[in-house]
Every structure is written in structure tokens, then in C-alpha cells.
């Protein structure tokens, strides 16, 4: 198999190359690029190995003369390594190398090494696949390991023993499920009975190397797969206890309940044929989280997990925060959505009053879009009819929400009378007393007593100060 028609065809690809024949620097496309060029998947990034001390650097440098003058190339000395990025392709050069390990580290010991010494310690055989740009064998492909046959027999398996590619670095475990989530591939069986036996490792790897893994599995095509896989092979137990603690059922009296773990796969996987927004996947992977800690029987009505949306409300920033991920409006997303999905639920009564459309406008605000998707994903009964008479119940109230926010306005709405105007009313600093007065004003709007205009506002502000023992001191 030979590539020297895509060489030629890629302007970069075609540079390096003659770069590599001009200075007689040995080089090799190798892993990702490869890969994805015979799976015909696009891909944008370059890694190039370069055989011999310093060689990598030094093509870098020489890719860089030929290319625009601030095309900035980043050199990491210490590792032999360098990066650009040249009209939107990323380009990573690194010297061939061998490493060793230390079973209490993941951190290797490194050595000048072959193509075949970089190509064996590569995680998988997929990505050990290799094109010389070199002017003996340009072009040629070179797969040591079958790594085509595996890709045509859709396996992720590993170049040497998988025990030994998985203890000299544990997140190749990650790694492994998460390229067979992205791909649809299987997991060779050595490979996940290694992954199985050497589980408890992942627990040298930090956990911002472990949660960029984890958020490539939950942005998949199917990301269920990825989980699954995770809870099988036992890693799902260590890096994310709360989910684990959602799968099994509980039978008493003959009432049992569905199984909370799977149920949050498929809203996951129904999120996801609908939307890629990694924070909304995030939102319906807890939207359920707090009912094992909610969970009670009840001899008339059966299980019940009252009040499991504003716990699990309460829960999403210590996840968020013990699994590195971002501790800003990235979470409040997420957490204003698990505090919310059952709202919409709620409103598919006819009965449904103004003011609660009202109220979940307002607390939703730019995020109702997002949280009905989510409760439409959150409807997993295997009953065909149940489910469409859902559907169309969510249908209904979409158009309600619709009219009310045409008529009222209400999405994201400031009260025309804010905090500054009370205390500069009633000659008041920041108490008790102008909180309150701000949120009776804020609910007579929602409930459609008083409309958000200056003048009804004002005498309605007057009278609520009164009520308090408030008397103006300004007007």
C-alpha cells in the first residue's frame, strides 16, 4: 500500500517531504493522520517522526523558513520536540524514541530509538501505522502489527502485551474506550481482560488527564458504548462513583423501579443525536444523579425520589469540581438544567396557569431551549404510545411558553424597580428589608398581578415599604 499520490496531493505533507529527501532527515507521517486517512475520516493534525537526535526540531525549523514569516514555532528542547501550525493543518514534530517505565509512574524513561522502537511503543496498532516520506520508500505504508486488519476487522488492540502497554501507562486504558466510543470498534478480548485486571492503575493518572479522556467519550457518536465499556471493565468505579451508584433495581412488595443507570445512558444518547453541546450531555449524564440518595418506598405508590432534582442541584458543583472540570457558567448551566427538568413535566396539565409558564421562563431565561431538549430526551419508555403522548404534551407547552413570552416578556426580565431605587426610597443601605421588597415585586410580576411598567410598579413598591413600616424619604 502506497501513499505518494496523497503526499504529493497535500501541500504540506508535499513540503515536508522534500524538506525530509533535501536534508536526508529520515521522517515518517505516523498514529492519528494515518489512521484517519484510510478510515476516510478528516483530520487535521500532522505527527511527523523524525529518526535521530534532534531531528525533529530541526525539521520543524525548516518547515518554518519555507512557510509565512510569523508562522511561530513552539521548541521543546527538554523532549526533542516542536509544533506549528501551517495554514490550519497542526503539525508535531518528535524524535524517534524508546521508553521504559516505573511501575509507580507513567512518566517514561526516554532513549533515541528506530521507527520500529517509536512504532512499539505506540497504545494501539491503529495508531502505529506509519508513511515514509522518504526518497527509497515514499509513500510506503508500514503496518508491523496489522494495524489495517484491525482497522477492517473494527478492533482496538494494543502493538505488544496489553499488560504491559496498559501498566506503563494507565490512561491508554481510557484511551482504548474512548477510541472504540469515537469509532464503534470492539475491544480486542486480551485487551479488555488486561484493562479489567489492571483497572485500580488509572489512579496514578491525574484526573485532568482522565476527565479530556472522558469528555472525548461523552462527545462520541453513541457515547453509551463508551460508559458501558467503563462500567464493565471497572473504570467507571473509580472515576465516577456517583454514576455507578445509579445502576441496579430494588424490588419490595413487587414494586420495583427502572434501573436509573441505563435510563441516564439513553437520555444521554438521545441528547446526543439531537445536540454535540459537551455541557448539555453533561446535564442529562446527572440529571438523575441524586436518586440513590433520594430514593424511598412507599407501600401505597411505590418508589418515589421526591425532591432528587434540587439535590442533585446541590451535587453537580462537587462533581464538577472533584473531576477538574470548569467551576464557572459551564456548571451553572448544568446545574440550573438538573434543577429544572422536572419543571416542564409539570406544565403538561391543561390547567396549567400563566404564572408558572411565566416562572419557568424566567428561571430558565436563554436555557429553556436546552432544558426542553433535555426533558424530550428524559422520555424513555418503551411504550410507542406512551412516548408520542408525551411528545406532543412537550409540544403543547412549547407553545404556551411561546405565547406567554410574545404577550409578557418575561425571559431574562429586570424588574423596573431595582435595589438601588428601594434603598434610595425608603433612605435604606443593603438589608433584609430591600431583599424582601425586591422579591414581592419579582413574584406579583410572575404571577400576573402587577405588570413590569414604572408607575404600577412604584405604587406597588410604596405600599409593600409601608407594609414593612417604610416610609419614603425620597421621590
Known amino acids: 500500500m502506497n501513499f505518494t499520490e496523497t503526499i504529493y496531493t497535500n501541500p504540506i505533507l508535499k513540503r515536508l517531504s522534500e524538506i525530509a529527501q533535501k536534508t536526508g532527515i529520515e521522517s515518517y507521517v ?90 512499539n511503543r505506540r497504545d494501539f496498532t491503529i495508531n502505529a501505522l506509519a508513511i515514509s516520506l522518504n526518497t527509497t520508500n ?15 476487522r473494527k478492533m482496538i488492540r494494543t502493538p505488544l502485551t496489553p499488560d504491559v502497554t496498559f501498566s506503563d501507562d494507565p490512561l491508554r486504558m481510557m484511551r482504548a474506550i474512548r477510541f472504540a466510543s469515537q469509532l464503534g470498534f470492539d475491544i480486542d478480548p486480551d485487551s479488555f481482560d488486561a484493562i479489567q485486571k489492571m483497572k485500580d492503575r488509572i489512579r496514578i493518572i ?5 476527565i479530556d479522556e472522558l469528555n472525548k467519550i461523552v462527545l462520541s457518536p453513541t457515547p453509551s458504548y463508551g460508559f458501558k465499556l467503563l462500567y464493565h471493565c471497572g473504570l467507571l ?62 407501600s401505597r405508590v411505590g418508589w418515589t425520589f421526591h425532591g432528587h432534582e434540587d439535590a442533585g442541584a446541590r451535587m453537580v458543583p462537587n462533581i464538577f469540581r472533584r473531576m477538574k472540570l470548569p467551576m464557572n457558567e459551564k456548571m451553572r448551566f448544568v446545574q440550573k438544567l438538573v434543577r429544572l427538568h422536572l419543571r416542564p413535566i409539570a406544565l403538561v396539565k391543561e390547567t396549567i396557569t400563566d404564572s408558572a409558564l411565566r416562572r419557568l421562563l424566567f428561571d430558565s431565561g436563554e436555557d429553556l431551549e436546552a432544558l426542553m431538549m433535555l426533558c424530550r430526551a428524559d422520555i424513555t419508555s418503551k411504550n410507542h ?39 434610595e426610597t425608603f433612605g435604606l443601605s443593603p438589608s433584609r428589608e430591600v431583599g424582601e421588597i425586591k422579591t414581592t415585586i419579582r413574584e406579583a410580576i410572575l404571577d400576573g398581578k ?26
Open 450 to 475: 402587577l405588570r413590569n411598567e414604572w408607575d404600577e410598579a412604584y405604587s406597588f413598591m410604596l405600599s409593600t415599604g409601608k407594609k414593612l413600616g417604610l416610609s419614603p424619604v425620597n421621590n
Open 30 to 119: 505516523v498514529g492519528g493522520f494515518v489512521r484517519d486517512l484510510l478510515l476516510n475520516r478528516p483530520c487535521k493534525d500532522i505527527d511527523v517522526v523524525c529518526i535521530g537526535d534532534g531531528n525533529g526540531i530541526n525539521l520543524a525549523q525548516k518547515l518554518g523558513e519555507t512557510v509565512d514569516n510569523n508562522t511561530q514555532i513552539s521548541i521543546f528542547k527538554n523532549f526533542g520536540t516542536a509544533h506549528l501550525n501551517v495554514q490550519d493543518w497542526d503539525v508535531e514534530f518528535v524524535g524517534a524514541r524508546k521508553e521504559s517505565y516505573q511501575r509507580d509512574s507513567r512518566k517514561p524513561i526516554v532513549e533515541n530509538g528506530t521507527l520500529e522502537d517509536d512504532q
Open 385 to 423: 404510545e406512551k412516548v408520542k403522548k408525551h411528545i406532543q404534551n412537550f409540544n403543547k407547552v412549547e407553545q404556551k411558553l411561546h405565547e406567554v413570552e410574545a404577550r409578557d416578556r418575561i425571559r431574562n426580565f429586570q424588574p423596573v424597580i431595582t435595589g438601588e431605587i428601594i434603598m
Open 138 to 152: 515514499l509513500g510506503e505504508l508500514i503496518d508491523p502489527f496489522d494495524g489495517v486488519g484491525d482497522l477492517r
Open 206 to 210: 491525574s484526573q485532568e488527564r482522565i
Open 237 to 298: 468505579h473509580s472515576i465516577f462513583p456517583e454514576l455507578v451508584a445509579l445502576q441496579g433495581v430494588e424490588t419490595q412488595d413487587g414494586k420495583g423501579h427502572k434501573d436509573n443507570f441505563y435510563h441516564t445512558l439513553q437520555v444521554l444518547d438521545n441528547v446526543s443525536r439531537n445536540s454535540n453541546d459537551l455541557w448539555l450531555r453533561w446535564a442529562a449524564i446527572l440529571h438523575d444523579i441524586a436518586k440513590p440518595a433520594t430514593k424511598r418506598f412507599d
